[in-house]
């Protein structure tokens, strides 16, 4: 038992010292930060240390340090799963202050490592009274990729704040199916652009339901034009060119930004908007200058 203690000991003065050389700021230590890096890693996968290890490196998440956060982050990432259990078990520390570092570094390194078996521990903080703790936590558990995490998702789509919305929406989308879409198609008529973003590329990563997608124009700008974008990425040029009638001009320009000839001198045959008319002609041109 002494010798066990003694050797936690050592490997802890030990641990100090290659922690400070693993999160240096000076460039011309970068093979001894990197050689640093490689051997916490080694560390923490072997049997005998990796528990001290472990227990030593979520010691440090309450750091105030960019750098050091980085590294953690990047350890930890290269353990793997076997680093999940450790730092789940002080995810009730939040830190020293109100900023709750420890915590939300737990929820980015989590997320960085992936695997179902952080879907429970980071559900729990999904919410979170702090916003910027539920936004950790709902993009953690979209790196997760499993459907599992839907039911928790889906109660973030209504947050009150944008940025928590946004990092629901990106969690949907990592895992939606034909059956999510309504959700996604939910998320184009929000105020804030990063959620229609985060909800357009959920709906690109579906990837199919060209005619259900088009049945869903509904005479809202702001939706219909990242409908179209949507659309678009499903590679149908030659069917695109038949929505425009149903849609508004400024979501027109949206489909005329990617049509080609001989669509566009079609759609300059059947356009009636003065200004659209100069924007096709002007197309048009371009496309034959360039032949």
Known sequence: MVVILLFIVDINIDLEVLYDKA??????????KDSAVEEFVSLGKHPS????????????????????RHTLKNILQEIGTPAIKWITSKMDYRGSDAEARSLKQSLWVLGE??????????AHFSSDRAWTVRSGAFTALGKSKSYRILPYVIEGLDDTVALVRKSAYYALGEIATEYELHYLLHGLEDDFYGVRYAALSGIKRVGFGEAWLAEELSGNDIKDYFMIYALTDLDIEYGIDGYVQS????????VYDVLTEPLLIEALERENHPLLKQYLKKKIEEHSDKE
Not at 52 to 64: N, P, Q, R
Not at 116 to 121: A, V
Not at 247 to 254: F, G
Request: aromatic share 6%; net charge neutral.
């Open 23 to 32: 999160t240096t700021r000076l460039v011309s230590f970068q093979i001894v």
């Open 247 to 254: 849609v508004s001009p400024a979501t027109r320009k949206a």
């Open 49 to 68: 240390t990796a528990d001290t290890v472990l227990a030593f490196l979520v010691s440090k998440f309450d750091t105030k340090s960019s750098v050091e």
């Open 113 to 122: 490592i992936g695997s179902e078996q952080i879907i429970e521990p980071v």
